[in-house]
């Protein structure tokens, strides 16, 4: 699990929610593996405390608070965001749901340690 921080002069533009490919590839599985549950109950506090500085802090526009996005190692951007306090994974028109599985358990990782 490679995922670099997305370099500052670089913008996320045309980023979306893909919690939807989070989602197909939990109701895929025989037994819940924890990763949507995971996302549901991460807090922002978490990911300032163990991401650092985010990429962009959205100051309550429409909702919207801080986000960090990454480069996954396949390339495409990935990321997690908050709206009204919910985490809210962000991606790209490459996201694949193998680089969501694998961020959430980079996330898992990092908020762990």
């Known amino acids: 699990m490679n995922f ?18 989070l989602s197909t590839h939990s109701h895929s599985l025989l037994l819940p593996d924890g990763r949507f549950d995971f996302l549901h109950n991460l807090s922002e ?26 480069t996954a190692h396949s ?7 908050f709206r009204y306090g919910c985490a809210r994974l962000r991606g790209n ?10 961020f959430i358990d980079y996330l898992q990782q990092a908020v762990k340690n």
């Not at 670099?4 to 490919?21: A, I, K, Y």
């Not at 650092?52 to 990454?70: I, P, R, S």
């Not at 390339?75 to 965001?81: E, F, R």
Request: hydrophobic letters at 25%; aromatic letters at 12%.
């Open 4 to 21: 670099q921080p997305l370099n500052p002069m670089t913008s996320p533009d045309s980023t979306w929610n893909v919690d939807h490919l």
């Open 45 to 70: 506090s978490e990911c300032s405390e163990s991401l650092g500085q985010e990429w962009y802090d959205w100051d309550n526009e429409g909702g919207h608070t801080k986000a960090w996005y990454y």
């Open 75 to 81: 390339g495409s951007l990935v990321g997690v965001a």
């Open 93 to 102: 028109g490459r996201t694949t749901s193998d680089d969501v599985v694998e």
